[in-house]
């Protein structure tokens, strides 16, 4: 039998993105580069999984094959990168000052620019994400068209 767990990484000043000012794509176009660093809270996360698995197997007779990673190893963690959801970087919010688009996926600054992909998420939730990607990018079409058929994007 085999555990796997996943949690919800929350977002922290020290991950984010910005164009990369010395690499272009082969179409000349900046590149983004990425800064990523996990905070106490991912680690302390995977400690109750470890903890919660490893008493699971225990109530059931059983015995776990490898024994509980320290903090050394911040409770075996996987190294960023290797669940591959990807999301956000355009998140959404209130404030311009902290985000780029308002509650419809609609830029604050932009009026007829939208994003109806992963973007807007604000953090990397423990579940799949497709399914919360395409509701929002439905929830997001319904309301240009609502907004386009007043005359209100152009
Ligand atoms: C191997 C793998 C397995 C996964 N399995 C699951 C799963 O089982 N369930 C689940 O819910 N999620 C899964 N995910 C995660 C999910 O697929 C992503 O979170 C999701 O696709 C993100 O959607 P997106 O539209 O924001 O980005 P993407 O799907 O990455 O789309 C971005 C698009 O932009 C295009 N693009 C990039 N740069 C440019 C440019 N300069 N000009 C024009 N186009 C550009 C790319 O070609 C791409 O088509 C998986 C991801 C991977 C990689």
Redesign the pocket.
């Known amino acids: 039998m085999g555990f796997s767990g996943r949690g919800e990484m929350i977002p922290n000043k020290d991950s984010y993105c910005e164009i990369d000012t010395g690499t272009v ?1 082969k ?1 000349g ?1 900046p590149v983004l580069k990425f800064h990523f660093k996990r905070s106490d809270h991912e680690i302390r996360q995977v400690r109750h999984m470890q903890e919660t698995f490893r008493g699971l197997i225990d109530e059931m007779g059983g015995e776990p094959l490898s024994a509980m990673p320290g903090p050394e190893d911040d409770y075996g963690i996987a190294p960023g990168g290797v669940i ?4 956000g970087v355009t998140r959404m919010g209130d404030s311009p000052d902290t985000s780029v688009l308002n509650a419809n996926c609609q830029a604050h600054d932009v009026k007829n620019l939208f994003v109806a ?3 807007p998420f604000v953090s990397q939730p423990n579940k ?4 919360t ?1 395409l509701a929002l990018a439905m929830r997001t079409s319904e309301y240009i068209a609502e907004r386009a058929n007043r005359g209100e994007l152009a």
């Open positions: 794509d179409w176009i591959i959801h990807e999301l992909d992963a973007g799949n994400p497709t399914w990607i």
